[in-house]
């Protein structure tokens, strides 16, 4: 049943309108549409007053098509309409803490509006200036590198181009080949923030070298780079020097899932495709460490030290064991207590002449 509504009401009604139809709709299509919203139904005068008061907050856009009357109304921005408990508030604000961490300042600064929400809940409801006083936090003990410097327009492109289905056209300076840059036409799959930087899941169409810079057919490239025209590659978004929109219409390739091993390979280095039976030997402190925080779900220690679990062999891994090496030995499977040894040795030959 429509009901008696005030100004605020009427706009709320107009946004409401072009959120749900996700399209552009003229003055009089949402006129009409307001009778179902709102009672009594304003004059067709006002609803554009209202339209244009929204325009001028940046929430729509509106523009008069070539040979027609009434002007064509699009949604902006969407309209936040939620309540957080403090609680809740307070736990967002550790999150978007923790993203800005790990280099997602910019998509952290896109929810603004958000955020700045939540802080004004947690103020209202706390004795303290828990906000002021830097009272939720968080950290990591880890080395947390520097993100790598990309253009936020670049990621809004990808994203609009995401959204919309759309091929891009991306100039990109690839790893291991000096200062070259290389076009691709490609479609954009999934974005991945991780460690520090943004990735592109894409399918390469196709691309475009500096004469005679081509790599030959069939020989490795370089990691984070085209893997060749009709493939499957991952890119980093700082290593972009332009994104746009391109014509052609590609389609994703068949069976895409960004979880699969064809992806997460090249995305988050996999060296296995099936889990490994992961053997440790761990001194004290590991034991201590990895009993409280397990390396895996399926985790199991026995006799006092001994630590065993299926696992993906990944490159994360890898450099949890290397950083605890003097606290771990892996006992299997051999390949890998093979790498971790000879990794080992590298390191001590570089400090043998101390």
């Known amino acids: 049943m429509a009901k008696k509504i005030s100004k605020e009401g009427r706009r709320k009604a107009l946004l409401g309108i072009l959120q749900r139809e996700r399209g552009s709709l003229n003055t009089e299509e949402l006129h009409a549409q307001q009778a179902h919203w709102i009672e009594p139904v304003p004059h067709i005068k006002t609803t554009l007053r209202d339209l244009q008061s929204l325009e001028a907050e940046g929430w729509v856009s509106g523009e008069k098509p070539a040979g027609q009357k009434s002007y064509r109304w ?3 921005k969407a309209r936040l309409d939620l309540a957080l408990t403090p609680s809740e508030s307070m736990t967002l604000e550790a999150i978007l803490q923790h993203a800005e ?6 998509v952290a600064d896109q929810l603004v509006e958000l955020r700045d929400y939540a802080l004004g809940v947690i103020s209202r409801n706390s004795k303290h200036d828990l906000i002021g006083q830097g009272r939720i936090t968080t950290g990591t003990r880890f ?3 520097l993100p790598g410097a990309y253009d936020p327009a670049h990621l809004e492109t990808i994203q609009a181009a995401m959204l919309e289905g ?11 080949v000096g200062k070259l840059e290389c076009t691709y036409i490609l479609k954009p799959l999934a974005l991945s923030f991780q460690d520090s930087n943004i990735y592109l899941s894409a399918f390469v169409e196709s691309e475009q070298w500096p004469e005679g810079k ?3 057919a069939n020989t490795p490239r370089g990691k984070y780079s085209s893997n060749g025209p009709g493939k499957q590659c991952v890119l980093m978004l700082h290593r972009m020097v332009s994104v746009k929109t391109y014509w052609r219409d590609i389609p994703d390739p068949e069976g895409y899932h960004a979880r699969s091993f064809e992806v997460q390979k090249d995305l988050m280095t996999i060296h296995h495709e099936e889990p ?3 053997r440790l030997r761990l001194e004290s402190n590991l034991l201590n460490r990895l009993t409280e925080n397990p390396l895996s779900k399926n985790q199991h220690i026995h006799d006092s030290a001994i630590l065993e679990c299926a696992i993906q062999d ?3 891994l890898r450099l949890f064991l290397m ?5 771990i030995e892996v006992l299997g499977p051999g390949y890998l207590r093979n790498h971790i040894k000879h990794a080992l040795g590298r390191a001590l030959r570089r400090y043998a002449g101390d």
């Open 74 to 76: 699009k949604l902006r």
């Open 101 to 106: 961490r790990f280099g997602l300042k910019v």
């Open 143 to 145: 080395m947390t590198l």
């Open 166 to 176: 759309q091929t891009l056209e991306v100039v990109y300076k690839p790893r291991d």
């Open 214 to 216: 081509a790599p030959e």
């Open 276 to 278: 490994i039976e992961l």
């Open 314 to 316: 990944t490159q994360g």
């Open 323 to 327: 950083s605890n090496a003097d606290e």
